[in-house]
């Protein structure tokens, strides 16, 4: 079973920036897909993008224009890259492939 380790989140202004990134315990992002998701308190986890292992790459409406994912060379990292950050953006940020998880990384955006 893969392990996924995410980083990057932190507290930041409207209008802000982070990059979250996910290291996968081996090289796998050639082979599967890589989604990342969203869970605010008191609310269901929701997509937030995909890439796929061909290197393409979708978004949910709400992120979409302001979020970029993308994957590293050695195929064992994802990065979500976040502008234009709002505060209904504030969640908890996991990603997954292969059935496999992460433990998360908070994102808060606050003034």
């Known amino acids: 079973q893969v392990q996924l380790v995410e980083s990057g989140g932190g507290l930041v202004q409207p209008g802000g920036s982070l990059r979250l990134s996910c290291a996968a315990s081996?090289?796998?992002?050639?082979?599967?897909?890589g989604y990342w998701w969203r869970q605010a308190p008191g609310k269901q986890r929701e997509w937030v993008a995909t890439?796929?292992?061909?290197?393409?790459?979708d978004y949910a409406d709400s992120v979409k224009g302001r979020f970029t994912v993308s994957r590293d060379n050695a195929w064992n990292t994802v990065y979500l890259q976040m502008n234009s950050l709002k505060p209904e953006d504030t969640a908890r940020y996991s990603c997954s492939v292969t059935g496999a998880w992460g433990q998360g990384t908070q994102v808060t955006v606050s003034s």
């Open positions: 081996r090289s796998i992002f050639n082979i599967y897909s």
């Open positions: 890439v796929s292992r061909a290197g393409s790459t």
